[in-house]
């Protein structure tokens, strides 16, 4: 693996480092918030689950929805909790309190340091819905929402910067679905009304759902040259797994992600020239995870029901390899994706479980854990000269890599894909020089398909690697199906 300062990507963005909460299922009551819980503290959040997303250090979180964003009335989840509406949320037919809203979410923020990230409605809601929670969000006192925001408590400004123009309007399943047309007018008129009132907010347009939608592409395109210029990102979900049992496919994923974010980049980047315009769309991966298990009718539809158990995946060790792969790629394309969020934190398809007052951190918690420990810097082109094998994607390398640099270090993000064999690595630097060590780590079983349980907690967890020799050459061997992550003291 060949690496030089010279050859920069960009600066990666901290904000590729969130995550997402949706009311759906246990991912808020019974996961973020839970007054019941022993664990519970003076606002009713899980202490336990609180620590824990903590360690993640996640930057910037992504809130209501998702699919329930397209039904969800903003006013419902404000003011006195004993006054809000108990309401049939059809998203995914669950029974909604309100009893976690705005404010609620602003101060999970302000725990944790996340920034905050909204979604509006705009399937089964207006512009002016949309217009109206800004104020309320971002307005200073002596306006209606604004007093709303005050009269609950908050009489500082919320200041939240990222707004998305609804979720997935592409999708027929969506509240509101639309053609491409229809939803760019809409999502024009709510980011002007938005942007007048906060011109310092930022919007994100829904992209197209996915590489395998009929709209792929297309959608993306009429929109952006729809919106003429309102939206400064465009988003990107992707859901990956691995039913047929090819572990080796499933592994070269990562080329599956660079493809999607160039193809979409290149969309944007056409829209740019063919409006002769000097600003562009970035890309906001604001949905990306594991989820393939629990996918059938019954994981979907909770029956009526209030916080019922809704896609709770359970990730092994080769999921986890492949949420590094994610992360990889989008530290390669840092100069178009400025934003990820991993979907979602807890309970739902979550790198964390809860199980009554028990807690558990699965695979994925570790894998993701490597890289948010290592934010910033540059992002480095690399050139990898080593043995290949075939998959859907073409002749893929057996390393899977991302590196970064910053005046005085080096973070090496490195993947053996072989199932059974060590791969030998040797990494050239320049110019300068890798003086030593700093910290390595590994995620790494003995089987792909080890996972952590609420009995067995550490069957997949980080631990340090101490497989690295800096004296004549930087070598190591990295053991298969393996996730390093190396922060290297430059000379």
Same mark, same amino acid.
């Given at each position: 693996?060949?690496?030089?300062?010279?050859?920069?990507?960009?600066?990666?963005?901290?904000?590729?480092?969130?995550?997402?909460?949706?009311?759906?299922?246990?991912?808020?009551?019974?996961?973020?918030?839970?007054?019941?819980?022993?664990?519970?503290?003076?606002?009713?959040?899980?202490?336990?689950?609180?620590?824990?997303?903590?360690?993640?250090?996640?930057?910037?979180?992504?809130?209501?929805?998702?699919?329930?964003?397209?039904?969800?009335?903003?006013?419902?989840?404000?003011?006195?909790?004993?006054?809000?509406?108990?309401?049939?949320?059809?998203?995914?037919?669950?029974?909604?309190?309100?009893?976690?809203?705005?404010?609620?979410?602003?101060?999970?923020?302000?725990?944790?340091?996340?920034?905050?990230?909204?979604?509006?409605?705009?399937?089964?809601?207006?512009?002016?819905?949309?217009?109206?929670?800004?104020?309320?969000?971002?307005?200073?006192?002596?306006?209606?929402?604004?007093?709303?925001?005050?009269?609950?408590?908050?009489?500082?400004?919320?200041?939240?910067?990222?707004?998305?123009?609804?979720?997935?309007?592409?999708?027929?399943?969506?509240?509101?679905?639309?053609?491409?047309?229809?939803?760019?007018?809409?999502?024009?008129?709510?980011?002007?009304?938005?942007?007048?009132?906060?011109?310092?907010?930022?919007?994100?347009?829904?992209?197209?759902?996915?590489?395998?939608?009929?709209?792929?592409?297309?959608?993306?395109?009429?929109?952006?040259?729809?919106?003429?210029?309102?939206?400064?990102?465009?988003?990107?979900? =992707?859901?990956? $797994?691995?039913? !047929?049992? %090819?572990?080796? +496919?499933?592994? /070269?994923?990562?080329?599956?992600?660079? @493809?999607?974010?160039?193809?979409?980049?290149?969309?944007?980047?056409?829209?740019?020239?063919?409006?002769?315009?000097?600003?562009?769309?970035?890309?906001?991966?604001?949905?990306?995870?594991?989820?393939? =298990?629990?996918? $059938?009718?019954? !994981?979907? %539809?909770?029956? +009526?029901?209030? /916080?019922?158990?809704?896609?709770?995946? @359970?990730?092994?060790?080769?999921?986890?390899?492949?949420?590094?792969?994610?992360?990889?790629?989008?530290?390669?394309?840092?100069?178009?994706?400025?934003?990820?969020?991993?979907?979602?934190?807890?309970?739902?398809?979550?790198?964390?479980?809860?199980?009554?007052?028990?807690?558990?951190?699965?695979?994925?918690?570790?894998?993701?854990?490597?890289?948010?420990?290592?934010?910033?810097?540059?992002?480095?082109?690399?050139?990898?000269?080593?043995?290949?094998?075939?998959?859907?994607?073409?002749?893929?390398?057996?390393?899977?890599?991302?590196?970064?640099?910053?005046?005085?270090?080096?973070?090496?993000?490195?993947?053996?894909?072989?199932?059974?064999?060590?791969?030998?690595?040797?990494?050239?630097?320049?110019?300068?020089?890798?003086?030593?060590?700093?910290?390595?780590?590994?995620?790494?079983?003995?089987?792909?398909?080890?996972?952590?349980?609420?009995?067995?907690?550490?069957?997949?967890?980080?631990?340090?690697?101490?497989?690295?020799?800096?004296?004549?050459?930087?070598?190591?061997?990295?053991?298969?199906?393996?996730?390093?992550?190396?922060?290297?003291?430059?000379?």
């Amino acid at each position: 693996m060949t690496l030089d300062r010279r050859f920069a990507v960009g600066a990666v963005s901290p904000f590729i480092y969130g995550g997402f909460l949706e009311h759906m299922g246990r991912s808020i009551y019974q996961g973020v918030y839970d007054p019941e819980s022993a664990h519970a503290d003076e606002d009713g959040f899980r202490a336990d689950v609180i620590g824990a997303l903590r360690e993640l250090a996640m930057t910037i979180v992504r809130y209501p929805g998702g699919n329930f964003a397209s039904g969800y009335r903003w006013r419902d989840g404000i003011g006195d909790r004993e006054s809000r509406p108990t309401v049939r949320e059809l998203a995914w037919q669950s029974i909604e309190t309100n009893e976690f809203g705005t404010d609620e979410f602003i101060r999970l923020c302000r725990k944790l340091d996340w920034t905050p990230m909204l979604t509006v409605n705009l399937g089964t809601g207006s512009p002016e819905e949309a217009r109206d929670w800004v104020e309320y969000c971002n307005a200073p006192t002596g306006t209606l929402f604004a007093d709303m925001r005050a009269a609950g408590g908050s009489e500082a400004a919320h200041a939240v910067p990222v707004w998305c123009l609804g979720n997935e309007m592409d999708g027929p399943w969506q509240l509101g679905h639309a053609p491409a047309g229809e939803y760019a007018l809409r999502a024009r008129q709510a980011a002007r009304m938005m942007k007048a009132c906060d011109r310092s907010i930022e919007t994100v347009a829904c992209g197209s759902s996915g590489p395998r939608m009929p709209t792929w592409l297309e959608w993306d395109r009429t929109v952006l040259e729809s919106m003429r210029g309102a939206a400064d990102y465009v988003s990107l979900h =992707r859901y990956v $797994g691995n039913p !047929d049992g %090819d572990s080796p +496919g499933y592994l /070269a994923i990562g080329h599956g992600i660079d @493809r999607q974010i160039e193809a979409v980049d290149a969309c944007c980047e056409y829209v740019q020239a063919r409006a002769g315009s000097r600003r562009r769309a970035f890309l906001c991966f604001d949905e990306w995870n594991v989820w393939y =298990r629990a996918r $059938g009718a019954g !994981d979907t %539809d909770g029956g +009526g029901k209030f /916080a019922p158990h809704l896609i709770e995946e @359970r990730y092994n060790l080769e999921d986890a390899l492949v949420v590094g792969a994610f992360l990889m790629s989008f530290i390669r394309h840092a100069d178009c994706v400025k934003i990820a969020n991993l979907a979602q934190l807890v309970n739902v398809i979550g790198p964390l479980l809860t199980e009554g007052d028990e807690l558990l951190k699965q695979s994925i918690f570790y894998a993701f854990k490597l890289f948010s420990d290592r934010k910033g810097g540059t992002a480095l082109s690399a050139h990898i000269d080593g043995p290949l094998y075939e998959t859907e994607y073409g002749a893929v390398p057996y390393l899977d890599a991302a590196a970064t640099v910053s005046d005085n270090s080096l973070n090496l993000f490195a993947m053996n894909r072989h199932l059974s064999e060590p791969l030998p690595l040797v990494v050239e630097f320049g110019p300068g020089e890798i003086a030593r060590v700093e910290s390595s780590e590994m995620v790494h079983a003995s089987s792909l398909d080890a996972e952590n349980t609420f009995e067995a907690p550490n069957t997949v967890v980080s631990k340090p690697f101490e497989g690295w020799s800096t004296r004549d050459q930087v070598v190591v061997e990295l053991p298969p199906h393996s996730l390093v992550a190396t922060t290297f003291q430059l000379a």
